[in-house]
Protein backbone atom coordinates (compact mmCIF):
# COMPACT_ATOMS: atom_id res chain seq x y z
CA UNK A 1 0.00 0.00 0.00
CA UNK A 2 3.03 2.20 0.94
CA UNK A 3 4.76 1.61 -2.22
CA UNK A 4 1.23 2.49 -4.31
CA UNK A 5 1.23 5.49 -2.37
CA UNK A 6 4.42 6.97 -3.08
CA UNK A 7 4.21 5.45 -6.84
CA UNK A 8 0.85 7.73 -6.94
CA UNK A 9 2.67 10.86 -5.54
CA UNK A 10 5.76 10.75 -7.69
CA UNK A 11 3.34 10.40 -10.55
CA UNK A 12 1.37 13.53 -9.45
CA UNK A 13 4.79 15.69 -8.65
CA UNK A 14 6.43 14.89 -11.86
CA UNK A 15 3.82 15.14 -14.30
CA UNK A 16 -0.04 15.25 -14.75
CA UNK A 17 -0.39 17.99 -12.49
CA UNK A 18 -0.46 21.41 -13.08
CA UNK A 19 -2.76 23.40 -10.64
CA UNK A 20 -0.44 24.27 -7.82
CA UNK A 21 -0.25 26.63 -4.43
CA UNK A 22 1.88 29.65 -4.58
CA UNK A 23 2.10 32.89 -2.45
CA UNK A 24 2.83 36.10 -3.67
CA UNK A 25 3.70 38.48 -0.83
CA UNK A 26 4.32 42.51 -0.39
CA UNK A 27 3.47 42.95 -3.91
CA UNK A 28 1.70 45.79 -5.75
CA UNK A 29 -1.32 44.36 -6.76
CA UNK A 30 -3.59 45.57 -10.08
CA UNK A 31 -6.35 43.49 -8.84
CA UNK A 32 -8.35 44.84 -12.42
CA UNK A 33 -7.38 47.28 -14.85
CA UNK A 34 -9.52 50.33 -13.07
CA UNK A 35 -9.06 49.60 -9.40
CA UNK A 36 -6.06 51.73 -7.87
CA UNK A 37 -3.10 49.27 -7.03
CA UNK A 38 -2.96 47.65 -3.34
CA UNK A 39 0.39 47.95 -1.68
CA UNK A 40 2.52 45.19 0.55
CA UNK A 41 -0.49 42.91 -0.73
CA UNK A 42 -0.26 39.26 -1.33
CA UNK A 43 -1.98 36.64 -3.65
CA UNK A 44 -2.45 33.47 -2.46
CA UNK A 45 -3.24 30.66 -4.93
CA UNK A 46 -4.69 27.05 -3.45
CA UNK A 47 -4.90 24.20 -5.91
CA UNK A 48 -4.44 26.44 -9.25
CA UNK A 49 -7.17 28.91 -8.12
CA UNK A 50 -6.72 32.41 -6.47
CA UNK A 51 -8.29 31.50 -2.80
CA UNK A 52 -6.93 35.22 -1.19
CA UNK A 53 -5.90 38.59 -2.45
CA UNK A 54 -4.55 41.77 0.42
CA UNK A 55 -2.98 43.21 2.92
CA UNK A 56 -1.83 41.07 6.34
CA UNK A 57 -3.12 37.57 4.73
CA UNK A 58 -1.91 34.61 6.74
CA UNK A 59 -0.03 32.19 4.83
CA UNK A 60 -0.38 28.43 5.21
CA UNK A 61 2.40 26.47 5.90
CA UNK A 62 4.16 24.68 3.24
CA UNK A 63 2.68 26.81 0.24
CA UNK A 64 5.62 27.99 -1.59
CA UNK A 65 6.67 31.62 -2.01
CA UNK A 66 8.24 33.55 -4.61
CA UNK A 67 10.96 36.14 -3.35
CA UNK A 68 8.98 38.74 -4.92
CA UNK A 69 11.01 42.70 -3.56
CA UNK A 70 9.27 45.35 -5.62
CA UNK A 71 7.15 42.74 -7.92
CA UNK A 72 3.81 44.42 -9.17
CA UNK A 73 1.26 41.55 -10.02
CA UNK A 74 -1.67 41.96 -12.91
CA UNK A 75 -4.09 39.03 -14.01
CA UNK A 76 -2.46 36.90 -16.36
CA UNK A 77 -1.75 38.96 -20.00
CA UNK A 78 -3.47 37.36 -23.05
CA UNK A 79 -2.18 37.71 -26.86
CA UNK A 80 -4.71 37.24 -29.21
CA UNK A 81 -3.20 37.32 -32.17
CA UNK A 82 -0.42 34.26 -32.34
CA UNK A 83 0.44 31.74 -34.27
CA UNK A 84 1.89 28.17 -34.37
CA UNK A 85 3.15 27.89 -37.85
CA UNK A 86 6.67 27.69 -37.23
CA UNK A 87 8.93 25.05 -38.48
CA UNK A 88 9.94 24.61 -34.92
CA UNK A 89 6.71 23.82 -33.79
CA UNK A 90 6.11 20.93 -36.17
CA UNK A 91 5.29 17.48 -34.65
CA UNK A 92 4.36 19.19 -31.20
CA UNK A 93 3.30 15.95 -30.19
CA UNK A 94 6.85 13.79 -30.38
CA UNK A 95 9.09 17.09 -29.48
CA UNK A 96 10.87 16.90 -25.97
CA UNK A 97 8.69 18.25 -23.56
CA UNK A 98 11.87 20.74 -22.46
CA UNK A 99 11.95 21.80 -25.97
CA UNK A 100 8.46 22.74 -26.07
CA UNK A 101 8.68 24.70 -22.89
CA UNK A 102 12.14 26.50 -23.61
CA UNK A 103 10.13 27.62 -27.43
CA UNK A 104 6.70 28.80 -25.25
CA UNK A 105 9.06 30.84 -23.27
CA UNK A 106 10.53 32.49 -25.83
CA UNK A 107 7.93 33.04 -27.92
CA UNK A 108 5.04 33.86 -25.40
CA UNK A 109 5.75 32.98 -21.38
CA UNK A 110 8.64 35.49 -21.12
CA UNK A 111 6.33 37.96 -22.14
CA UNK A 112 4.02 37.22 -19.66
CA UNK A 113 1.35 35.51 -21.40
CA UNK A 114 -0.83 32.99 -19.81
CA UNK A 115 -3.32 32.86 -22.52
CA UNK A 116 -3.00 33.13 -26.12
CA UNK A 117 -5.01 32.99 -29.07
CA UNK A 118 -3.57 31.22 -32.23
CA UNK A 119 -4.77 32.47 -35.48
CA UNK A 120 -3.87 30.10 -38.32
CA UNK A 121 -1.65 26.89 -38.27
CA UNK A 122 -2.03 23.46 -38.29
CA UNK A 123 -4.90 22.36 -36.07
CA UNK A 124 -3.62 18.80 -35.42
CA UNK A 125 -0.40 20.26 -34.61
CA UNK A 126 -1.61 22.41 -32.28
CA UNK A 127 -4.02 20.39 -30.58
CA UNK A 128 -1.03 18.58 -29.72
CA UNK A 129 0.45 21.02 -27.99
CA UNK A 130 -1.70 22.17 -26.36
CA UNK A 131 -2.83 18.85 -25.12
CA UNK A 132 0.52 18.65 -23.51
CA UNK A 133 0.28 21.60 -21.94
CA UNK A 134 -2.79 21.00 -20.49
CA UNK A 135 -1.67 17.90 -19.04
CA UNK A 136 1.45 19.51 -17.33
CA UNK A 137 3.88 17.82 -19.11
CA UNK A 138 5.04 21.11 -20.86
CA UNK A 139 4.80 24.27 -19.28
CA UNK A 140 2.90 27.46 -21.35
CA UNK A 141 -0.03 29.01 -22.24
CA UNK A 142 -3.28 28.44 -22.30
CA UNK A 143 -4.53 28.41 -26.29
CA UNK A 144 -7.28 28.54 -28.39
CA UNK A 145 -7.21 27.60 -31.76
CA UNK A 146 -8.48 28.71 -35.31
CA UNK A 147 -6.88 25.43 -37.03
CA UNK A 148 -6.76 26.71 -40.97
CA UNK A 149 -8.18 30.01 -42.05
CA UNK A 150 -10.40 30.74 -45.02
CA UNK A 151 -9.40 32.71 -47.52
CA UNK A 152 -11.19 34.09 -50.83
CA UNK A 153 -11.32 31.65 -53.76
CA UNK A 154 -8.05 31.80 -55.42
CA UNK A 155 -6.51 34.43 -53.33
CA UNK A 156 -3.42 32.61 -50.87
CA UNK A 157 -1.84 36.33 -49.63
CA UNK A 158 0.98 36.79 -51.28
CA UNK A 159 3.27 36.32 -48.37
CA UNK A 160 2.38 32.84 -48.01
CA UNK A 161 3.19 31.64 -51.48
CA UNK A 162 6.74 30.27 -50.65
CA UNK A 163 5.16 28.24 -47.68
CA UNK A 164 5.39 24.82 -48.23
CA UNK A 165 3.19 23.13 -51.21
CA UNK A 166 1.88 21.05 -48.36
CA UNK A 167 0.83 23.91 -46.63
CA UNK A 168 -0.78 25.90 -49.05
CA UNK A 169 -3.11 22.94 -49.65
CA UNK A 170 -4.05 23.03 -46.49
CA UNK A 171 -5.13 26.52 -46.78
CA UNK A 172 -9.24 26.61 -47.15
CA UNK A 173 -10.38 28.67 -50.24
CA UNK A 174 -14.11 28.13 -50.55
CA UNK A 175 -15.93 28.87 -53.67
CA UNK A 176 -19.52 28.54 -52.47
CA UNK A 177 -21.08 28.93 -48.98
CA UNK A 178 -21.72 25.64 -48.77
CA UNK A 179 -18.03 24.77 -48.83
CA UNK A 180 -17.36 27.50 -46.27
CA UNK A 181 -19.67 25.70 -43.96
CA UNK A 182 -17.90 22.66 -44.44
CA UNK A 183 -14.30 24.30 -44.20
CA UNK A 184 -15.99 25.56 -40.73
CA UNK A 185 -17.02 22.39 -39.56
CA UNK A 186 -13.47 20.53 -40.55
CA UNK A 187 -12.19 22.64 -38.54
CA UNK A 188 -14.56 22.15 -36.13
CA UNK A 189 -14.33 18.29 -35.78
CA UNK A 190 -10.15 18.90 -34.95
CA UNK A 191 -11.22 20.71 -32.03
CA UNK A 192 -10.56 24.80 -32.62
CA UNK A 193 -12.00 26.95 -30.64
CA UNK A 194 -12.64 30.31 -33.06
CA UNK A 195 -12.88 31.21 -36.91
CA UNK A 196 -10.80 33.20 -38.95
CA UNK A 197 -11.20 34.45 -42.53
CA UNK A 198 -9.43 36.55 -44.67
CA UNK A 199 -11.85 38.94 -45.56
CA UNK A 200 -9.58 40.84 -47.26
CA UNK A 201 -6.48 39.07 -48.93
CA UNK A 202 -3.22 40.58 -50.17
CA UNK A 203 -3.32 38.68 -53.14
CA UNK A 204 0.06 41.15 -54.35
CA UNK A 205 1.31 44.29 -52.46
CA UNK A 206 -1.20 46.54 -54.31
CA UNK A 207 -3.97 44.30 -54.76
CA UNK A 208 -6.52 43.08 -52.50
CA UNK A 209 -9.03 40.66 -52.79
CA UNK A 210 -12.15 40.81 -50.76
CA UNK A 211 -14.14 37.65 -49.77
CA UNK A 212 -17.64 37.40 -51.09
CA UNK A 213 -20.26 38.34 -48.93
CA UNK A 214 -22.14 35.33 -48.87
CA UNK A 215 -19.15 33.29 -48.07
CA UNK A 216 -18.60 35.21 -44.97
CA UNK A 217 -21.83 34.69 -43.63
CA UNK A 218 -22.22 31.18 -44.55
CA UNK A 219 -19.04 30.84 -42.28
CA UNK A 220 -20.02 33.33 -39.55
CA UNK A 221 -22.99 31.12 -39.57
CA UNK A 222 -21.17 27.81 -38.75
CA UNK A 223 -18.88 29.39 -36.01
CA UNK A 224 -21.49 31.42 -34.43
CA UNK A 225 -23.85 27.44 -34.27
CA UNK A 226 -20.94 26.72 -31.97
CA UNK A 227 -20.54 29.25 -29.90
CA UNK A 228 -17.21 30.41 -31.75
CA UNK A 229 -15.66 33.79 -32.46
CA UNK A 230 -15.29 34.80 -35.57
CA UNK A 231 -11.95 36.60 -36.71
CA UNK A 232 -10.78 38.65 -39.92
CA UNK A 233 -7.97 40.10 -41.52
CA UNK A 234 -9.77 42.99 -42.89
CA UNK A 235 -6.41 45.25 -44.66
CA UNK A 236 -8.93 47.96 -46.58
CA UNK A 237 -12.23 48.70 -46.46
CA UNK A 238 -13.75 46.40 -48.59
CA UNK A 239 -12.50 44.06 -46.56
CA UNK A 240 -13.10 45.46 -43.48
CA UNK A 241 -17.09 46.06 -44.91
CA UNK A 242 -17.36 42.19 -45.74
CA UNK A 243 -16.74 41.61 -42.24
CA UNK A 244 -18.75 43.87 -40.54
CA UNK A 245 -21.76 43.11 -42.67
CA UNK A 246 -21.06 39.28 -42.67
CA UNK A 247 -21.05 39.60 -38.71
CA UNK A 248 -17.33 38.99 -37.75
CA UNK A 249 -16.74 39.37 -34.32
CA UNK A 250 -13.16 40.46 -34.27
CA UNK A 251 -10.77 42.38 -36.43
CA UNK A 252 -7.78 40.63 -36.15
CA UNK A 253 -5.97 43.66 -37.12
CA UNK A 254 -6.29 47.47 -37.63
CA UNK A 255 -7.22 48.12 -41.52
CA UNK A 256 -3.95 49.01 -42.78
CA UNK A 257 -5.45 50.32 -46.00
CA UNK A 258 -7.04 53.72 -44.66
CA UNK A 259 -8.50 54.71 -48.14
CA UNK A 260 -12.36 55.78 -47.57
CA UNK A 261 -11.83 54.63 -43.79
CA UNK A 262 -13.92 57.50 -42.30
CA UNK A 263 -15.01 58.49 -39.05
CA UNK A 264 -18.56 57.86 -40.28
CA UNK A 265 -17.24 54.10 -41.06
CA UNK A 266 -15.61 53.44 -37.77
CA UNK A 267 -19.03 53.93 -36.04
CA UNK A 268 -20.84 51.76 -38.01
CA UNK A 269 -17.92 49.05 -37.02
CA UNK A 270 -18.45 50.03 -33.33
CA UNK A 271 -22.37 50.18 -33.91
CA UNK A 272 -22.01 46.42 -35.49
CA UNK A 273 -20.43 45.76 -31.70
CA UNK A 274 -17.05 44.75 -33.52
CA UNK A 275 -13.91 44.41 -31.30
CA UNK A 276 -10.29 44.90 -32.96
CA UNK A 277 -6.73 43.80 -32.17
CA UNK A 278 -4.24 46.80 -33.29
CA UNK A 279 -0.92 44.59 -34.05
CA UNK A 280 0.64 48.23 -34.34
CA UNK A 281 3.90 46.64 -34.74
CA UNK A 282 3.23 44.65 -37.42
CA UNK A 283 2.67 47.91 -39.30
CA UNK A 284 4.83 50.14 -37.34
CA UNK A 285 7.39 50.75 -41.12
CA UNK A 286 4.03 51.65 -42.82
CA UNK A 287 4.46 55.23 -43.90
CA UNK A 288 1.43 55.20 -42.82
CA UNK A 289 1.14 54.23 -38.88
CA UNK A 290 0.54 57.31 -37.27
CA UNK A 291 -3.19 57.29 -39.08
CA UNK A 292 -3.33 54.08 -38.66
CA UNK A 293 -2.58 54.43 -34.71
CA UNK A 294 -5.05 57.29 -35.08
CA UNK A 295 -7.97 54.76 -36.78
CA UNK A 296 -7.22 52.47 -33.22
CA UNK A 297 -7.54 55.52 -31.41
CA UNK A 298 -10.88 56.74 -32.70
CA UNK A 299 -12.72 53.46 -33.10
CA UNK A 300 -11.77 53.17 -29.06
CA UNK A 301 -13.11 56.70 -28.49
CA UNK A 302 -15.86 55.90 -29.84
CA UNK A 303 -16.82 52.73 -27.73
CA UNK A 304 -15.00 50.06 -29.92
CA UNK A 305 -13.55 47.46 -27.56
CA UNK A 306 -9.42 46.57 -28.17
CA UNK A 307 -7.75 43.28 -27.48
CA UNK A 308 -4.00 42.87 -27.31
CA UNK A 309 -2.59 40.87 -30.05
CA UNK A 310 0.87 41.27 -31.98
CA UNK A 311 0.61 38.61 -35.49
CA UNK A 312 3.68 36.77 -33.05
CA UNK A 313 4.87 33.36 -34.51
CA UNK A 314 3.89 35.14 -37.87
CA UNK A 315 6.21 38.04 -37.10
CA UNK A 316 9.65 36.25 -36.31
CA UNK A 317 10.98 38.80 -33.86
CA UNK A 318 8.72 37.97 -30.58
CA UNK A 319 10.06 41.21 -28.79
CA UNK A 320 6.46 42.86 -27.32
CA UNK A 321 8.01 46.53 -26.50
CA UNK A 322 7.36 48.08 -29.90
CA UNK A 323 3.66 46.95 -29.08
CA UNK A 324 3.29 48.58 -26.44
CA UNK A 325 5.44 51.56 -27.55
CA UNK A 326 2.61 52.02 -30.26
CA UNK A 327 0.06 51.60 -28.31
CA UNK A 328 1.37 54.47 -25.85
CA UNK A 329 1.54 56.83 -29.05
CA UNK A 330 -2.03 55.80 -30.27
CA UNK A 331 -2.73 57.63 -26.90
CA UNK A 332 -4.29 54.93 -24.80
CA UNK A 333 -2.78 54.52 -21.28
CA UNK A 334 -1.42 52.14 -19.64
CA UNK A 335 -5.39 51.11 -17.41
CA UNK A 336 -6.48 50.93 -21.25
CA UNK A 337 -3.46 48.58 -22.35
CA UNK A 338 -3.71 46.86 -19.14
CA UNK A 339 -7.84 46.09 -20.53
CA UNK A 340 -6.40 44.98 -23.63
CA UNK A 341 -4.61 42.05 -21.95
CA UNK A 342 -6.61 41.05 -19.65
CA UNK A 343 -10.25 41.79 -18.52
CA UNK A 344 -11.02 43.01 -22.36
CA UNK A 345 -10.58 39.41 -24.11
CA UNK A 346 -11.49 37.52 -20.70
CA UNK A 347 -15.46 39.11 -21.58
CA UNK A 348 -15.35 38.44 -25.03
CA UNK A 349 -14.45 35.07 -24.44
CA UNK A 350 -16.94 34.36 -21.93
CA UNK A 351 -14.24 33.27 -18.71
CA UNK A 352 -14.36 36.46 -17.00
CA UNK A 353 -15.25 34.40 -13.79
CA UNK A 354 -12.42 32.69 -14.54
CA UNK A 355 -10.10 34.83 -16.03
CA UNK A 356 -8.92 38.73 -16.08
CA UNK A 357 -8.67 40.08 -12.76
CA UNK A 358 -6.71 39.28 -9.45
CA UNK A 359 -9.73 38.23 -7.18
CA UNK A 360 -10.69 35.39 -5.10
CA UNK A 361 -12.39 32.50 -7.50
CA UNK A 362 -10.02 33.40 -10.69
CA UNK A 363 -7.92 31.11 -12.20
CA UNK A 364 -4.20 31.34 -10.56
CA UNK A 365 -3.07 33.44 -13.73
CA UNK A 366 -0.64 36.09 -13.00
CA UNK A 367 2.03 38.02 -15.01
CA UNK A 368 4.39 40.23 -12.57
CA UNK A 369 6.28 42.59 -13.58
CA UNK A 370 9.56 44.26 -11.80
CA UNK A 371 8.30 47.80 -13.24
CA UNK A 372 5.06 49.37 -12.90
CA UNK A 373 3.04 50.55 -15.41
CA UNK A 374 1.70 53.01 -14.14
CA UNK A 375 5.01 54.94 -14.20
CA UNK A 376 4.31 55.83 -17.95
CA UNK A 377 6.82 54.04 -19.47
CA UNK A 378 4.93 51.40 -21.71
CA UNK A 379 7.88 49.72 -21.64
CA UNK A 380 6.83 48.60 -17.90
CA UNK A 381 4.62 46.03 -19.86
CA UNK A 382 7.53 43.90 -20.93
CA UNK A 383 9.73 43.71 -17.57
CA UNK A 384 8.19 40.17 -16.67
CA UNK A 385 9.56 38.09 -13.62
CA UNK A 386 7.56 35.72 -13.47
CA UNK A 387 4.65 34.28 -15.51
CA UNK A 388 2.20 32.26 -13.19
CA UNK A 389 -0.60 29.69 -14.45
CA UNK A 390 -2.80 27.75 -12.26
CA UNK A 391 -0.61 28.83 -9.67
CA UNK A 392 2.62 27.47 -11.54
CA UNK A 393 5.54 29.41 -12.57
CA UNK A 394 6.07 28.90 -16.21
CA UNK A 395 8.87 31.55 -16.57
CA UNK A 396 11.00 33.51 -14.26
CA UNK A 397 13.33 36.07 -15.73
CA UNK A 398 16.56 34.48 -14.14
ZN1 LIG B 1 -1.82 36.59 -38.20
Known amino acids: MKIFLLALMLVVSCCGVRAQDLAVVNAKVYTSPDSPPVNKASVLIQAGKITAVGRHLTIPPGVKTLPCDGCVVLAGFWNTHV ?27 HSGFTTVVDLGSDPSNTIALRRRIESGE ?13 YPKDAIPFYLKDAPPSVVAMLGQ ?5 EADTLVKRNIALGTDVVKLFTGSILTPSHVVPMRLDIVRAAVEEGHRHGQLVFAHPTN ?3 TRVAMEGG ?3 LAHAPENLAGIDDAFIAQLVAHHMVMIPTLKLFSQDADIANIRAAVKRFHQLGGPLMFGTDTGFLADYDMGEEYRQLSLAGLNYREVLAMLTTSPAQRFRVSEHKGRVAVGMNGDLTILSADPASG ?15 RVIYRSH
Open 377 to 391: DPSAFTQVRYTVRNG
Open 138 to 150: VAGPHIYTAGIPL
Open 83 to 109: HFMEPKWADAAHLPAEQLTRQLQEMLT
Open 174 to 178: PATPA
Open 237 to 239: LEG
Open 248 to 250: VDV
